[in-house]
């Protein structure tokens, strides 16, 4: 099954920004609790939408400068990327119906 792949500040450009495909972006932290809530929900996500959607998490502890470029300021913050472009965002908790939703929204 497919997994979110860890991103960082140095890797960012390469695996968000210039994929091919669109790709969701999970800014998370380690204390935070409604991150390990959605956490398992982008997991499943990920594995759905395998080949069509490239996953990734980002510490925003260890990786502030991309959380700073692009505003985050609560976490969790999903971001969908497509062609390099921001097209999608859903702060918070979600539940998966929801967060399904706003991602078909974001790519179509």
């Known amino acids: 099954m497919a997994k979110p792949t860890e ?3 140095a890797t960012f450009k390469d695996e968000v920004l ?3 495909l669109p790709a ?4 998370w ?3 935070c609790g409604p991150c390990r809530m959605v956490a398992p929900i982008v997991e ?3 594995g759905e939408y395998e080949g069509k959607v ?3 998490k980002l510490n925003t502890d260890d990786n502030p400068q991309v959380a700073s470029t692009y505003g985050i300021r609560s976490i969790p913050t999903l971001l969908v ?3 390099g ?3 999608g965002e859903i702060v918070g908790f979600r539940p998966k119906g929801d967060l399904k939703k706003r991602l078909d929204e974001a790519l179509a």
């Not at 969701?24 to 800014?27: G, I, S």
Request: proline share 4%; aromatic share 20%.
């Open 18 to 20: 210039d994929n091919e």
């Open 54 to 56: 490239s996953f990734y």
């Open 29 to 31: 932290a380690p204390w």
């Open 81 to 83: 990327f497509k062609g």
């Open 7 to 9: 991103t960082t500040d």
């Open 44 to 46: 499943e996500l990920a």
């Open 85 to 87: 472009e921001r097209v």
């Open 24 to 27: 969701l972006v999970d800014f």
